[in-house]
């Protein structure tokens, strides 16, 4: 496969894809059978999970301001990106799910249902599904979400940056599927792999990290990339910077990172590996000539739902593997 611009930043895109869903809104289970209207009045507050079964009529708020009903638990959801397919699933919502986008790989079930399109939603095939519910990235979907609504459809849209933010919208996402157990077990797991993580790395050498996850492409502050290398004891050699962005070669030297990490792909060889290798000036890099260039499993690390805990893990063990097991 060659690696022309275009290619480029299609694979940025579709990894941005899982960058999704922090909930700015408010929900609370009540004990009786009237709408809970307070997300609606505090938007900028947290739903507060529980164990015990949603009471429905459920209204709720979602990260982009748009506040919808539930007369009842979905059961029939639409999926437009990895990372909420999985979410769906983590927390026994899989058999609700009717439809996901092309990229939706994991778990295998997932592949075996009806796609409604991959960068660009399929929106006929979206209404045809019927949904009562449709799970979006609010920065990734923004055409779809806004079409959709004005078919009348139920999109929750979010875009969590960080580690926490994604444990708050699985929890979030338990209450309005009812299924908060599921959803809290989810959560937990996520937040020990964090303690985990953060405790035994607590007092180590913050070792200096260059991480390129797309050909020619690193990534800065204000993603939950460069928070998963913080968290994992490391020390982001771009994190100066926002967002992505394209790899400047004499400023990476410059910084000159201890570690090199980057995604393992089917590629072969791996066009990253491939690029880092015939920069010049690189074979001076302490990764480079320590033979500190380290593969990780992609799709942890770019979807923004219950397997972050798996990447933040790896990661952790590849900056500090005397510290992580």
Same mark, same amino acid.
């Given at each position: 496969?060659?690696?022309?611009?275009?290619?480029?930043?299609?694979?940025?895109?579709?990894?941005?894809?899982?960058?999704?869903?922090?909930?700015?809104?408010?929900?609370?289970?009540?004990?009786?059978?009237?709408?809970?209207?307070?997300?609606?009045?505090?938007?900028?507050?947290?739903?507060?999970?529980?164990?015990?079964?949603?009471?429905?009529?459920?209204?709720?708020?979602?990260?982009?301001?748009?506040?919808?009903?539930?007369?009842?638990?979905?059961?029939?959801?639409?999926? #437009? @990106?990895? %990372?909420?397919?999985?979410? *769906?699933?983590?927390?026994?919502?899989? !058999? +609700?799910? =009717?439809? &996901?986008? /092309?990229?939706?790989?994991?778990?295998?079930?997932?592949?075996?249902?009806?796609?409604?399109?991959?960068?660009?939603?399929?929106?006929?095939?979206?209404?045809?599904?019927?949904?009562?519910?449709? #799970? @979006?990235? %609010?920065?990734?979907?923004? *055409?779809?979400?806004?079409?959709?609504? !004005? +078919?009348? =459809?139920? &999109?929750? /849209?979010?875009?969590?940056?960080?580690?926490?933010?994604?444990?708050?919208?699985?929890?979030?996402?338990?209450?309005?599927?009812?299924?908060?157990?599921?959803?809290?077990?989810?959560?937990?797991?996520?937040?020990?792999?964090?303690?985990?993580?953060?405790?035994?790395?607590?007092?180590? !050498?913050?070792?200096?990290?260059?991480?390129?996850?797309?050909?020619?492409?690193?990534?800065?502050?204000?993603?939950?990339?460069?928070?998963?290398?913080?968290?994992?004891?490391?020390?982001?050699?771009?994190?100066?910077?926002?967002?992505?962005?394209?790899?400047?070669?004499?400023?990476?030297?410059?910084?000159?990172?201890?570690?090199?990490?980057?995604?393992?792909?089917?590629?072969?060889?791996?066009?990253?590996?491939?690029?880092?290798?015939?920069?010049?000036?690189?074979?001076?890099?302490?990764?480079?000539?320590?033979?500190?260039?380290?593969?990780?499993?992609?799709?942890?690390?770019?979807?923004?739902?219950?397997?972050?805990?798996?990447?933040?893990?790896?990661?952790?063990?590849?900056?500090?593997?005397?510290?992580?097991?």
């Amino acid at each position: 496969m060659k690696w022309n611009n275009r290619n480029m930043m299609k694979m940025i895109v579709g990894l941005l894809l899982t960058m999704m869903l922090i909930i700015t809104a408010a929900c609370g289970a009540t004990t009786d059978n009237k709408p809970n209207s307070a997300a609606s009045n505090s938007p900028s507050s947290s739903p507060a999970p529980s164990e015990t079964a949603t009471v429905y009529p459920l209204t709720i708020q979602d990260e982009t301001g748009t506040e919808m009903t539930f007369q009842q638990a979905p059961v029939k959801i639409v999926t #437009l @990106a990895p %990372s909420e397919t999985e979410v *769906a699933y983590a927390i026994g919502a899989g !058999e +609700l799910v =009717v439809g &996901v986008d /092309a990229y939706s790989n994991y778990p295998e079930e997932a592949t075996k249902k009806p796609q409604v399109g991959d960068m660009t939603t399929d929106i006929e095939a979206v209404i045809a599904l019927n949904p009562d519910l449709v #799970l @979006a990235s %609010s920065s990734m979907n923004t *055409a779809a979400i806004s079409r959709l609504r !004005e +078919l009348n =459809v139920n &999109v929750f /849209a979010t875009d969590p940056a960080t580690y926490d933010a994604v444990v708050a919208k699985i929890e979030t996402l338990g209450i309005v599927m009812d299924k908060q157990p599921e959803a809290a077990a989810v959560a937990d797991n996520m937040r020990s792999a964090k303690e985990q993580v953060t405790a035994a790395v607590k007092d180590a !050498e913050k070792k200096r990290v260059y991480l390129e996850f797309s050909p020619g492409w690193t990534v800065g502050s204000g993603t939950f990339l460069d928070e998963l290398i913080t968290l994992a004891g490391g020390q982001n050699i771009a994190t100066d910077t926002p967002s992505w962005f394209e790899v400047n070669a004499e400023e990476v030297i410059k910084q000159n990172p201890q570690l090199i990490i980057y995604p393992a792909m089917k590629e072969d060889p791996n066009p990253i590996v491939a690029g880092i290798e015939s920069r010049p000036g690189w074979d001076v890099i302490d990764a480079v000539q320590n033979k500190q260039m380290h593969a990780v499993t992609e799709d942890p690390l770019v979807r923004v739902g219950p397997r972050l805990a798996e990447g933040l893990l790896e990661l952790a063990k590849v900056i500090h593997p005397d510290l992580i097991k």
